[in-house]
């Protein structure tokens, strides 16, 4: 037994140093990746055939995208994972700041979903980003893909030695980059001017390498590299029908000082792969496949000289394990100077000491930097004593007010263009004051002042105008006076002033309890009533109290293809100025669900239902709820619904429901059909009837288009018992 075991240690000892003295032999081979933006994607069709022709890769370096492909290919994946990984990432998401709808309270839900453009606005003067971008999507992706390699700090290190080329934006000096936190030296390295923010790393604010040196052939030979083969994506010089947008101009200027270093680099270079991408851009994300398929066909021609450096075989890489958590020992978090940490940690929503999934720790990065208040945020996991230490490194934006507009159409309010001021840090270090002024066919407003104390109990104070002039039916404007002055209809000018006062609380980012007071004055008159006795229908103060549940989870607040919403309300009319002489104090519940839930990969259902009551002696008929139209800012107890017009049936309860099928054909496009069925009527809970068949129903087939102003919506509506059309048009966000 002992001789057969000796025999087989010598043998693999022999094996051993024989693979050894080949290894050493062998010549070293160095790749070189250039930067191009998403053209450098054919880097990874490149490496797919690298692997197949046996080419072992000894030292890898990259700029800009051939950073990123590069640093991540240094870490040990495989050119086959790469290429499943880009084609899994949105292609939206890598061009702009993307933050998940679930990672915003409420307040910054509303502020994306009604603002078209924001601008800083700095002493008195406007200003614009520094970038389109933070890129946070890019980075917590990175970080997550590198976290196998976490603790790395000498890139030479990794599986793969690696180096990547950055430019100093306050010097012009190129910055080589051979240690430290991968994911920020390969973002940094990526950080295209005005398309992402600048990174800081050791006191240096740093951009896209691609500036100073697109193609790092030197510190790849300086690595050790006997053979060069480099991968070059850069564009050529363009004419002037060629340069298209902005995007053009910058890669434009930087080509001209690249293109003349480029020559003596491709002598240099040992073989050299130029991939056909001519007729992609720099942010061409979405044709990625595209890309990286050019790339493989341009390394597949010379497939029979690449084999040559290779090892006879295909080189095949061991799949990276991803780890599905953390344990985070402890926090260190720098940058703070108007935010305290617990505040920050209240937003991350996790305590050190906890174990945590990396999906929790990326939701909590999320809703950090939904706040806005921090131009960047970055991080790495460094070993601790019993777990992972979290440096967390903040730079906090120094703009705390903010010009933003939005641009609105419906057939309820007509035209308005919204202008809003927006100023944090008012009075108190957590506040928010937001005046919105509409301007167009009916002038409106709403002020919010509102201290964010985060999941603590927060106050607000709120104030809010909305009039328009519209033809209702005349039971709902002049109630009794309708049969006195023998009119089915009535012109009307309808104006509600509203204050409040509340308090509320945030839990899960999602849930929202909370209540108030309000002092309410509505304004309900006619002018094509010529009798001055009877063409003020209302024109009374009303006090009320208030309390409120909401959730949502909704994905998409338009078009959601996945989620939950409720709001509920309970309001307690207590007194009134009383100008109609009828007012008694009087009670009102109302709710609404809806769910989504995605089909198949473009077709969606929501289902949504709602009701409503009203309890007490005499109940306020301005104050029942009403039915009709779509497309408009929802106020008080006014309600969608299709096939009927603007504000057409009303009740002081009721119980709806609608579903609606919608396909999005192609991205950020949708059809859909809708069906929506109604009761609405005088006290139908007392009388039992509210479950009876439905007696109003509609149906609606519509268009609708994702922009940047908000969606753009056609909807054409019946119903079956008026047998009546609608067609409405809606631009822009609900305001």
């Known amino acids: 037994m002992k001789t057969p075991t000796l025999l087989l240690v010598c043998l693999l000892f022999f094996y051993s140093v024989s693979a050894q003295e080949q290894d050493a032999d062998r010549p070293k081979i160095g790749v070189v990746l250039s930067g191009g933006g998403a053209k450098g994607l054919a880097h990874i069709g490149v490496l797919k055939v690298l692997e197949e022709a046996g080419i072992k890769v000894d030292y890898i370096g990259g700029t800009s995208m051939g950073a990123i492909v590069g640093g991540l290919y240094a870490a040990g994946y495989s050119a086959t994972e790469l290429d499943s990984i880009f084609n899994s990432l949105d292609a939206d998401a890598l061009i702009q700041d993307y933050t998940p709808r679930g990672s915003k309270n409420f307040f910054e839900k509303r502020n994306d979903e009604l603002y078209a453009l924001a601008l800083p606005f700095k002493d008195f003067k406007l200003g614009f980003p520094t970038a389109i971008s933070k890129g946070l999507y890019n980075y917590t992706t990175v970080n997550r893909l590198t976290d196998h390699v976490r603790h790395i700090r000498d890139f030479d290190c990794l599986p793969i030695p690696f180096v990547c080329i950055a430019t100093d934006i306050e010097t012009g000096e190129e910055v080589v980059?051979?240690?430290?936190?991968?994911?920020?030296?390969?973002?940094?390295?990526?950080?295209?001017?005005?398309?992402?923010?600048?990174?800081?790393?050791?006191?240096?604010?740093?951009?896209?390498?691609?500036?100073?040196?697109?193609?790092?052939?030197?510190?790849?030979?300086?690595?050790?590299?006997?053979?060069?083969?480099?991968?070059?994506?850069?564009?050529?010089?363009k004419d002037r029908t060629q340069i298209k947008g902005a995007t053009g101009v910058l890669v434009q200027i930087n080509n001209y000082q690249m293109i003349k270093k480029m020559e003596e680099k491709r002598k240099a270079t040992d073989i050299y792969i130029k991939p056909d991408i001519s007729s992609y851009t720099v942010i061409s994300f979405d044709e990625g496949q595209q890309i990286i398929d050019e790339g493989e066909e341009s390394a597949r021609m010379i497939l029979e000289s690449l084999k040559a450096l290779g090892t006879g075989s295909p080189v095949e890489r061991k799949p990276i394990q991803a780890t599905d958590s953390v344990l985070v020992e402890k926090f260190n978090i720098t940058g703070l100077n108007n935010y305290t940490k617990s505040y920050v940690i209240g937003k991350l929503n996790f305590k050190p000491g906890t174990k945590i999934s990396y999906e929790k720790f990326t939701q909590g990065i999320s809703n950090l930097n939904a706040t806005q208040n921090f131009n960047s945020i970055s991080y790495c996991f460094d070993e601790g004593a019993n777990g992972d230490i979290l440096s967390l490194k903040l730079t906090e934006n120094p703009v705390n007010r903010y010009l933003k507009f939005g641009l609105h159409y419906d057939g309820l309010y007509k035209s308005g263009v919204l202008v809003n001021l927006t100023q944090k840090k008012l009075l108190k270090r957590n506040d928010v004051a937001s005046l919105d002024v509409i301007l167009g066919d009916n002038f409106r407003y709403m002020f919010n002042y509102y201290i964010d104390n985060g999941f603590h109990i927060s106050y607000g104070l709120r104030s809010a105008l909305n009039n328009f002039n519209r033809n209702l039916d005349a039971d709902l404007t002049a109630g009794e006076l309708a049969g006195q002055l023998g009119i089915s209809s009535v012109n009307v000018d309808f104006t509600d002033h509203t204050q409040q006062a509340y308090i509320q609380t945030i839990f899960a980012q999602k849930f929202m309890l909370g209540g108030g007071l309000e002092l309410k004055h509505l304004k309900i008159k006619s002018e094509t009533i010529t009798d001055n006795e009877f063409n003020v229908f209302d024109n009374s103060d009303y006090f009320s109290a208030y309390t409120y549940l909401k959730f949502d989870s909704y994905d998409n607040r338009y078009f959601p293809d996945e989620g939950w919403f409720f709001a509920g309300e309970a309001k307690w009319y207590l007194s009134s100025s009383n100008y109609t002489g009828m007012f008694t104090p009087f009670s009102m519940v109302k709710a609404e669900m809806g769910t989504a839930k995605r089909l198949r990969r473009n077709i969606t259902f929501e289902f949504q239902a709602e009701t409503g009551l009203t309890v007490g002696e005499e109940t306020v008929n301005f104050f029942d709820f009403v039915l009709g139209g779509y497309g408009y800012y929802m106020i008080n107890n006014f309600r969608h619904f299709y096939g009927y017009d603007f504000l057409s049936i009303s009740g002081n309860s009721y119980l709806k429901a609608m579903g609606t099928l919608d396909w999005e054909f192609v991205r950020k496009n949708h059809l859909n059909v809708s069906a929506n069925f109604a009761n609405i009527g005088e006290n139908l809970f007392e009388e039992g009837e509210i479950l009876s068949i439905p007696q109003y129903s509609g149906y609606a087939v519509g268009y609708g288009m994702e922009t940047i102003i908000g969606p753009i919506e056609i909807k054409h509506s019946w119903s079956p018992e008026t047998n009546k059309h609608h067609t409405w048009f809606s631009v822009g966000f609900w305001f």
């Open 177 to 237: 980059l051979r240690n430290g936190v991968l994911p920020d030296a390969i973002l940094a390295s990526g950080a295209f001017p005005s398309l992402y923010y600048p990174v800081e790393i050791d006191g240096r604010l740093l951009i896209d390498g691609g500036v100073t040196n697109n193609y790092p052939i030197e510190e790849v030979r300086k690595m050790g590299a006997d053979i060069i083969i480099g991968v070059d994506v850069q564009d050529g010089l």
